[in-house]
């Protein structure tokens, strides 16, 4: 069992950064491929970025590609979503996510677990 607990969302201006974090319990944490997923009021839940168990592998959108980076730290049990040159259509609840095997996964399908989600919003 995972649990995962994401902080670091806010208002941010057109061309800002936000850091979110994920904070995760349970003991395969390390073990675990994990994804940022995001939803915008009306529309599905889209993948952002995923990253392997031990962060040797990582896949990201086209819309986050160059502007947000996913890396994460198993000994703190945390997962991280850097946001550069924010756009307003940005704008979305942020949810982490971990799946029960190794790999990256852009697939939401492939996640067990979810967090409640963090709230993303950028104003032009």
């Known amino acids: 069992q995972v649990q995962l607990v994401e902080s670091g969302g806010g208002l941010v201006q057109a061309g800002g950064s936000l850091r979110l974090s994920c904070a995760a319990s349970g003991r395969t944490f390390s073990s675990n491929g994990m994804g940022w997923f995001r939803q915008a009021p009306g529309k599905e839940r889209d993948f952002v970025a995923a990253i392997s168990w031990n962060g040797g592998a990582t896949r990201y959108s086209d819309p986050a590609k160059g502007r947000f980076t996913v890396s994460r730290e198993n000994a703190k049990n945390a997962v991280y979503l850097q946001m550069n040159s924010l756009k307003p259509e940005d704008t979305a609840v942020y949810y982490c996510?971990?799946?029960?095997?190794?790999?990256?996964?852009?697939?939401?399908?492939?996640?067990?677990?979810w967090g409640q989600g963090t709230q993303v919003t950028v104003s032009s």
């Open positions: 996510a971990a799946h029960t095997n190794t790999w990256v996964s852009i697939y939401k399908h492939d996640y067990k677990y």
